[in-house]
Nanobody, 124 residues
Framework: QVQLVESGGGLVQAGDSLRLSCAAS????????MGWFRRAPGKERNFVAA????????CYADFVKGRFSIYRDNAKNTVYLQMNSLKPEDTAVYYC?????????????????WGQGTQVTVSS
């Protein structure tokens, strides 16, 4: 069992940067691939980014490539999502996720564990 708690959301302007954090708890949290999904108002959940247990492999959705970066600190059981050049269409609730499989698997299936979400609002 893994518990996930996100933080760092807020209201920013277009072009600004924001960093989301996700603290994972549980005896084997460092053995899980971690990721981020988001749900915009009135839309389905979408994969954003994922990272392997070691941090050496990452996956990104096309709409965030070059702007967002995912990384993790296993010593702190924390995964981060650095979001740069934010756009109004990035407005969504962002969810931290964990899965016992791989980062790549998160691009095709919903992960097993989810946080409660943190709101990111980007004004134009």
């Amino acid at each position: 069992q893994v518990q996930l708690v996100e933080s760092g959301g807020g209201l920013v302007q277009a072009g600004d940067s924001l960093r989301l954090s996700c603290a994972a708890s549980g005896r084997t949290s460092s053995s899980y691939a971690m990721g981020w999904f988001r749900r915009a108002p009135g839309k389905e959940r979408n994969f954003v980014a994922a990272i392997s247990t070691t941090g050496l492999a990452t996956c990104y959705a096309d709409f965030v490539k070059g702007r967002f970066s995912i990384y993790r600190d296993n010593a702190k059981n924390t995964v981060y999502l650095q979001m740069n050049s934010l756009k109004p269409e990035d407005t969504a609730v962002y969810y931290c996720t964990a899965d016992p499989t791989t980062a790549r698997a998160m691009t095709v299936r919903l992960p097993d564990y989810w946080g409660q979400g943190t709101q990111v609002t980007v004004s134009s």
